[in-house]
């Protein structure tokens, strides 16, 4: 997984409104899926906050024949143990 502060830069310049800016670098389709998502009457700051207090879902899929070979091939609540292994391996 990549740095999570990587391409964040520290700058020395001061806006008008005598706020500090950081510069970050994206990956350009990251940009492009982050502008669509962003709504206009919200600044960019707005946006990373609001991403920043509802995190997106995280959905990890799984091979059912693995899950069933992990739980030795008992499958009378296999929904039990599915969400099990979720928990364990999350």
Not at 53 to 76: H, L, S, W
Request: glycine content about 6%.
């Amino acid at each position: 997984m990549s740095d999570p502060d990587a391409g964040m830069a520290d700058t020395d310049e001061e806006s008008d409104d005598k706020k500090s800016y950081k510069t970050m670098r994206v990956p350009e389709e990251d940009w492009k899926v982050a502008k669509a998502a962003k709504k206009d009457e919200e600044t960019w700051g707005d946006y990373l906050q609001r991403c920043g207090e509802n995190p997106p879902t995280i959905k990890r899929f799984v091979d059912a024949d693995e899950v069933v070979k992990q739980i030795g091939g008992k499958i009378d609540d296999l929904s039990v143990d599915v969400n099990r292994l979720f928990d364990r391996f999350g």
